[in-house]
């Protein structure tokens, strides 16, 4: 099993910054991916950014050039680096980790962008 936490989520205003971690424990070893998703009320859960062992990463068109993903190598903390915040980019933010066939999630943190 894995377990996330995520941390660092909070009120910010437009244009600003944040830094969302999410701490994995337990059978680390079995990750080999690990992403972060966002869910904005009334909305579907939608990918954000993703990251594999491997070295490839993928983003949400709306955040690109805005957010960057890090930390996945080292498989027990990835990063979220969200700049230019918008009040679309407001929602609960999850993470997930992925390998040997399963996947698991954090528990969330709210984000919210005022204007």
């Known amino acids: 099993q894995v377990q996330l936490v995520e941390s660092g989520g909070g009120l910010v205003q437009a244009g600003g910054s944040l830094t969302l971690s999410c701490a994995a424990s337990g059978s680390i070893f079995r990750i080999n991916a690990m992403g972060w998703y966002r869910q904005a009320p009334g909305k579907q859960r939608e990918l954000v950014a993703a990251a594999s062992s491997g070295g490839s990463t993928n983003f949400a068109d709306s955040v690109k050039g805005r957010f960057t993903i890090s930390g996945i190598n080292a498989k027990n903390t990835v990063y979220l680096q969200m700049n230019s915040l918008k009040p679309e980019d407001t929602a609960v933010y999850y993470c997930?980790?992925?390998?040997?066939?399963?996947?698991?999630w954090g528990q969330g943190t709210q984000v919210t962008v005022s204007s």
């Open positions: 997930k980790a992925e390998g040997w066939g399963s996947y698991y």
